[in-house]
T-cell receptor, first 113, second 113 residues
Framework: DGGITQSPKYLFRKEGQNVTLSCEQN?????MYWYRQDPGQGLRLIYY???????QKGDIAEGYSVSREKKESFPLTVTSAQKNPTAFYLC????????????FGSGTRLTVV | AQTVTQSQPEMSVQEAETVTLSCTYD???????LFWYKQPPSRQMILVIR??????QNATENRFSVNFQKAAKSFSLKISDSQLGDAAMYFC??????????FGAGTRLTVKP
């Protein structure tokens, strides 16, 4: 079955460390997105990519980095520059410019210890 | 920038009753799509219903229907015959041709047996 796989489900990071969250899709979707979810704030866009080897910053890109070397994969790195990284992270994909809803992964809960 | 507002942080409904969740949005565009997503305790985002702005007819999916008022920029979700499994966070979202999806802050729905 097609879908989006995020791993790991739970991730713990020490302060000052970089961590990478994985997002893989087999839906043949062109566009992929990373959102951060905090209580009471809904989903906020971190980065998005509409084609391979191209990506754009969202509203809260500071302290994060991404790559899009393959259509299927869109990993997110949370760097030590991100001051408050503890959150729930959601990856999504869609068929590019077509106005369809997103398909979401099951999320990664990142906690700084 | 487009904004989506959900003015009800929490709502509750008796099982088998009807509840309406409110959503308003701000845009200067004429062509866009609106969505309602459900996020149960598993935190998996599930598309509930979608409305194309150029269609005057309100979308319906089984027990879920919307009241789309384009001039008022309002997009409410009505859940009929509420079930215990409807308990979740509900997010209203907006997407247009030139923009990524924008989410409201969410409404937490409790269903009382």
């Amino acid at each position: 079955d097609g879908g989006i796989t995020q791993s790991p489900k739970y991730l713990f990071r020490k302060e000052g460390q970089n961590v990478t969250l994985s997002c893989e899709q087999n839906l043949n979707h062109d566009a992929m997105y990373w959102y951060r979810q905090d209580p009471g704030q809904g989903l906020r866009l971190i980065y998005y990519s509409q084609i391979v080897n191209d990506f754009q910053k969202g509203d809260i890109a500071e302290g994060y980095s991404v790559s899009r070397e393959k259509k299927e994969s869109f990993p997110l790195t949370v760097t030590s520059a991100q001051k408050n990284p503890t959150a729930f992270y959601l990856c999504a994909s869609s068929r590019g410019h077509e106005l369809y809803g997103y398909t979401f992964g099951s999320g990664t809960r990142l906690t700084v210890v | 920038a487009q904004t989506v507002t959900q003015s009800q942080p929490e709502m509750s409904v008796q099982e088998a009753e009807t509840v309406t969740l409110s959503c308003t949005y701000d845009t200067s565009e004429s062509d866009y799509y609106l969505f309602w997503y459900k996020q149960p305790p598993s935190r998996q985002m599930i598309l509930v219903i979608r409305q194309e702005a150029y269609k005057q007819q309100n979308a319906t999916e089984n027990r879920f229907s919307v009241n789309f008022q384009k001039a008022a920029k309002s997009f409410s979700l009505k859940i009929s015959d509420s079930q215990l499994g409807d308990a979740a966070m509900y997010f209203c979202a907006y997407r247009s041709v030139f923009n990524d999806m924008r989410f409201g802050a969410g409404t937490r729905l409790t269903v009382k047996p």
